[in-house]
């Protein structure tokens, strides 16, 4: 397939992940609560070894250390500033603390995340398909259970099941908006800095926003489940990283 055509399928299946918040309404609060912690461990993984494993040394073998090092601190730079200044925080569980108002804060900086995600993802399609698919897959894990979050925290917050979907999927959009937009600059600029700009986002989320959720868990038997479904992201990219490298 052509560049445009895999950052199009890409963007088009990243936005449909926003409607993963419809399946809460068979679900039981319980079971929900029960899924979500595990879907964020495999999810932490996944983006770590994704970062880690693919996107940094793509990234580095085209502008090396120092370009790269740049790049990568201004990704990461850039996801401590959205949730510092905007007092927004990955709500993977319906929680108490997202009352009315922050559920707009939710919404917009769901937006600006999408947004810089499709400007990186589509950049790495533009440089390697294979590295593409894996970064792609890596933020899906991602989204899934941020997803879900963010609809039990729309809801929570006063919406209607019906306007939080339809404004959740919405906020998605911004992902196929950045991607295209990274696929018009690319003829006249180096995209490979927004892999790196991709993984340093990918290395903040999954240290600062899912580790300490992963680790928080006082049960041992829980804590051992939590931690086993990270090690099961690292090993999937893993073994994408070893399958694609010969």
């Not at 419809?22 to 964020?40: F, K, N």
């Not at 729309?154 to 339809?166: K, N, Q």
């Not at 992963?214 to 990270?230: D, E, Q, W």
């Amino acid at each position: 397939m052509g560049d445009l055509v895999w950052i199009v399928t890409g963007g088009v299946l990243m936005t449909a992940i926003a409607l993963v918040g419809s399946i809460t309404t068979v679900l039981q609060p319980a079971a929900l609560e029960r899924l979500l912690l595990p879907m964020v461990s495999l999810a932490a993984g996944t983006l770590l070894g994704g970062a880690f494993l693919h996107m940094l040394p793509a990234g580095f073998d085209a502008l090396g250390p120092l370009a790269g090092g740049v790049w990568l601190l201004g990704g990461f730079t850039a996801f401590l500033a959205l949730e510092q200044f905007l007092h927004w925080h990955h709500c993977h569980r319906a929680s108490a603390a997202c009352r009315s108002p922050m559920t707009y804060l939710i919404l917009l900086g769901d937006a600006l995340h999408n947004f810089l995600g499709g400007l990186s993802i589509a950049s790495t399609f533009l440089v390697d398909h294979k590295v593409g698919i894996t970064a792609w897959l890596a933020a899906a894990a991602h989204e899934i259970p941020q997803e879900l979050g963010d609809f039990g925290a729309l809801v929570h917050g006063g919406w209607d099941r019906r306007r939080a979907l339809i404004w959740n999927f919405l906020s998605g959009l911004t992902f196929l908006l950045g991607a295209l937009i990274a696929f018009g600059v690319s003829f006249h600029h180096e995209v490979s800095g927004l892999i790196l700009f991709g993984a340093g986002n990918f290395i903040y989320i999954g240290a600062s926003d899912l580790v300490p959720e992963i680790k928080a868990n006082p049960s041992v038997r829980k804590a051992l489940l939590n931690f086993g479904c990270f090690v099961v992201g690292v090993l999937l990219m893993t073994y994408l990283a070893h399958t694609f490298h010969h």
